[in-house]
């Protein structure tokens, strides 16, 4: 079961009252969904509590080393994004998207 691509959707809506700081509008993204899609069909859903934008930049960078890779090794295809981002820093929206597609890896 190879990869065959990865689906970002981004999440946003009201909350209850006193769900959000006073800086975050109710209707800002600040969660995503991705789904790991499979040549047979089969999708795994994880998630990542970053913006669509920021999400779409880092999977911009990792979806040519998932491509065609077997879609259940979740563990090395997470150390290898890890080591292959290794130099577009550690953090923030790049180990997050990571993360959301650890996660989706291991619904599979």
Known sequence: ??????????????????????????????????EVITDEGV???GSVYTSLKLVDGAVHLLRPH???????????????????????GRGGAVTHAISGIDIALWDI
């Open 1 to 34: 079961m190879k990869i065959r691509d990865i689906r970002l959707i981004p999440l946003s809506g009201s909350t209850s009252e006193g769900g959000w700081d006073a800086e975050i509008a109710s209707d800002d993204n600040l969660h995503t969904l991705v």
């Open 43 to 45: 999708v795994g859903l």
């Open 66 to 88: 998932l491509i065609g890779e077997s879609a259940i090794e979740p563990a090395r295809l997470s150390e290898k994004l890890h080591q292959s981002t290794f130099w577009q």
